[in-house]
C-alpha cells in the first residue's frame, strides 16, 4: 500500500464518497491477506454434493444447494446451520440466489428438473415454479434495481427472464420469456451455462455457453420472445437480436485452437462468469482451459504502426492505414518505431534505463528462478514487479521469455503481448523481436513470423547470427517447407503466387513489411 492512513484519509474528505468506493474496490483484497487465506472450518449438513453457494447481501447468511434437493441456509460467522428446505425439485440443484430487498426471506432456485422455484424462507412455503426452460438450469441471476426480476441461463440454449409480479404470465402455451436464444445463432446444441448482471450497469447481462466466448449483452435493446416449442422454432425471425447489442470476449489463442482441442475431444465451455464490484472487469471460468480476466470497457485495441525515421520521430503511417474508426469499438493505438527502417542501424543498442532498487531486487530473484528452471515463480515475479513499475520495457521482454518456457495454456499469446508491449516502450529491445517471432511460431503464424525474422537480420544483423537465432530460423523454415508439402499448403502457396506482391524498391519492402505486421497484429489482436 503505497499511502498512509492519514493521506487516505485527507483524499476521502477531499472527494467524499467516490474516492472512498474507488479505495475499498482497489484494496479489499490484499497479497498478504490471501497469503493469510485458510480453512476455518467445514459446514456439515448436505446429503450429496454441494453445487451452489450465495452469500447474502449483508454477509450474514450463507445459502448452499446440493444434490440432495434442498437447500440449506447457514451462519457461518458461528458455524451453525439455520435451517434446511426441503425443495420441490427432483433433480440436482445447482444455483440459489437471495433476491434483492426482500430482507432475505425470498430464495431462488434452479435445478436439473428444468424448474426454477422461489421459496418464503420464513413460511417455507414455495411461492413460484417456472417450468419454461426444457433444458437443465444451470445459472440463476438477479439485479439490485429491479428485484421483481430473475435471470436464468439453461441447457436448451436459452436465457430467460421472469417478472414475479406477473407469474401467471409464464403458465401460458407459449409465454413471453426468452432474452436470448442462443440456438438461433449457434445451433440447435447450444447451451447456455452461466450467466451474470452487472453490479453497476444492471442493463449488461453477461453469458457464458457451450463454446469459449463469453457474450455481453445491453438488455434496453433486448425485447423478450415466446419460448420455442421445437428446435424448428429457432431459426423464427423474433429470436434477430439488435447488431449492436452484444460484445464478444475470449482468450486471444484460443479461436485458432478450437479445432485442434475438438479432435481431441478438449470442449472449452465457460462455466462460471461473475462482475467486480465496480462492474469493470468479468471473471470467466473457461472450463478445460483456465480462469481469466476481462475488462468490458477496455476492449483489445488494433494497433496502428507508424512508420520511422533516423531521429525516431514518425511522420506518416504506414501502408494500409486503417486507423479510422474500429468495428466492435475497437480503438487505434501509436506505438512509435514498433517497425525501424534500416536508418536507424546507428541507434540498434538497447540502451538500459536503470530500475529502482526493490524492482531490480525482484528483477535479479526472477531471473534467478528462470535459469532454475522455476518457470512459474519466475513469471510471478516478473507480476508483481510490472505491477510496481509498469513503464520498464525490459520486464516485459523477460517475462515473455518466462511465459514461452512455462508453457500453459495462452501463455504463447500472453508472451506475444508482451512483446508487442516491450517494442511500444522501447524499439530497441531486439530480444523482443526474437521472442516475438518465437511466439509466432508456436501460435503456428509462420508466415508471419518469417517476415518478422527477415526484419530482425535487416535491422540487428550483429544480433542475428547468434545460435538462438540460426537455430529459430531452422524451425521455421523447417516449418514452413512442412506446410507447404501438405495438401492445403500447396493450394495456399498457389493463390499467394498468383495474388503476390511486387516489390520494386527497399523501402516500398519496408513499408511493405509494416503492412504485413500490421495485419497480424489487428488479427492476432481482435
Known amino acids: 500500500m503505497n499511502e498512509t492512513l492519514l493521506e487516505y484519509n485527507r483524499k476521502r474528505e477531499l472527494l467524499g464518497a467516490g474516492f472512498s468506493r474507488q ?44 444434490d440432495d434437493c434442498n437447500v440449506i441456509l447457514w451462519s457461518p460467522m458461528s458455524h451453525r446451520k439455520l435451517t434446511t428446505y426441503r425443495t420441490q425439485h427432483n433433480g440436482n440443484i ?96 447450444a447451451e447456455a451455462k452461466c450467466l451474470s448482471i452487472c453490479p453497476t450497469k444492471t442493463e449488461l447481462l453477461a453469458v457464458g455457453s457451450g463454446d469459449p466466448y463469453v457474450r455481453l449483452y445491453d438488455r434496453r435493446m433486448i425485447r423478450c420472445s415466446h419460448v420455442p416449442n421445437h428446435s424448428a422454432d429457432t431459426c423464427d425471425e423474433q429470436y434477430n437480436l439488435p447488431a449492436n447489442c452484444v ?45 481469466y480476466l476481462y475488462n468490458i470497457y477496455e476492449k483489445t485495441r488494433s494497433y496502428r504502426l507508424e512508420r520511422a525515421h533516423r531521429n525516431g520521430c514518425h511522420t506518416s503511417s504506414c501502408a494500409g492505414d486503417t486507423s479510422s474508426s474500429q468495428p466492435n469499438g475497437y480503438h487505434s493505438k501509436n506505438y512509435t518505431s514498433f517497425v525501424l ?20 531486487f525482484l528483477k535479479q530473484q526472477a531471473n534467478h528462478n528462470y535459469e532454475r528452471q522455476r518457470y512459474a515463480e519466475s513469471v510471478s515475479l516478473y507480476n508483481k514487479a510490472i505491477f510496481l513499475h509498469p513503464a520498464a520495457a525490459v520486464l516485459y521482454s523477460n517475462r515473455a521469455a518466462a511465459l514461452l518456457k512455462r508453457s500453459w495454456n495462452g501463455d504463447d499469446y500472453a508472451a506475444l503481448a508482451d512483446c508487442f508491449t516491450t517494442i511500444g516502450l522501447d524499439s530497441q529491445q531486439y530480444k523482443a523481436f526474437y ?92
Open 23 to 66: 479505495y475499498r474496490s482497489h484494496r479489499h483484497a490484499t497479497g498478504n491477506i490471501i497469503e493469510r487465506l485458510g480453512l476455518e472450518t467445514e459446514l456439515q449438513g448436505h446429503s450429496g454434493c454441494v453445487n451452489c453457494l450465495e452469500w447474502s447481501k449483508e454477509g450474514n447468511l450463507l445459502a448452499s444447494g446440493s
Open 341 to 360: 527502417s534500416e536508418e536507424c542501424s546507428s541507434q540498434r543498442e538497447e540502451k538500459s534505463t536503470p530500475l529502482p532498487p526493490n524492482i531490480e
Open 94 to 189: 445447482f444455483s440459489v440466489k437471495f433476491m434483492p430487498r426482500s430482507l432475505n426471506r425470498v430464495l431462488a432456485t434452479g435445478a436439473a428438473d428444468t424448474k426454477i422455484t422461489v421459496l418464503d424462507i420464513e413460511s417455507t412455503n414455495t411461492l413460484h415454479v417456472f417450468t419454461n426452460h426444457k433444458g437443465r438450469v444451470k445459472r440463476l441471476a438477479v439485479a439490485e434495481d429491479e428485484p421483481h426480476l430473475l435471470f436464468s441461463a439453461g441447457e436448451d440454449g436459452t436465457v430467460m427472464q421472469f417478472d414475479l409480479r406477473c407469474p401467471e404470465e409464464y403458465s401460458k402455451e407459449s409465454p413471453r420469456s426468452v432474452i436470448v436464444n442462443l440456438n438461433h445463432y449457434v445451433g440447435i446444441s
Open 435 to 526: 521472442r516475438l517471432c518465437r511466439c509466432l511460431l508456436q501460435l503456428g503464424r509462420l508466415e508471419e513470423a518469417m517476415i518478422c525474422f527477415e526484419h530482425f537480420e535487416r535491422v540487428f544483423p550483429e544480433r542475428a547470427s547468434g545460435h538462438s537465432f540460426e537455430k529459430l530460423k531452422e524451425e521455421l523454415q523447417d516449418n514452413i517447407a512442412s506446410k507447404n508439402n501438405s495438401p492445403s499448403g500447396k493450394s495456399k502457396r498457389a493463390n499467394s503466387e498468383n495474388d503476390g506482391v511486387k516489390i520494386e524498391s527497399r523501402q516500398q519492402e519496408i513499408i511493405h513489411l509494416q503492412g504485413k505486421v500490421k495485419e497480424l497484429i489487428q488479427k492476432m489482436m481482435e
Open 247 to 291: 460484445n464478444y470476449f475470449v482468450p486471444g489463442h484460443v479461436p485458432s485452437k478450437v479445432e485442434d482441442y475438438s479432435r481431441r475431444y478438449r470442449m472449452l465451455a465457460a462455466t462460471y462468469l461473475t462482475f467486480s464490484p465496480d462492474g469493470r472487469d468479468l471473471l470467466v471460468n473457461l472450463g478445460g482451459e483456465q480462469i
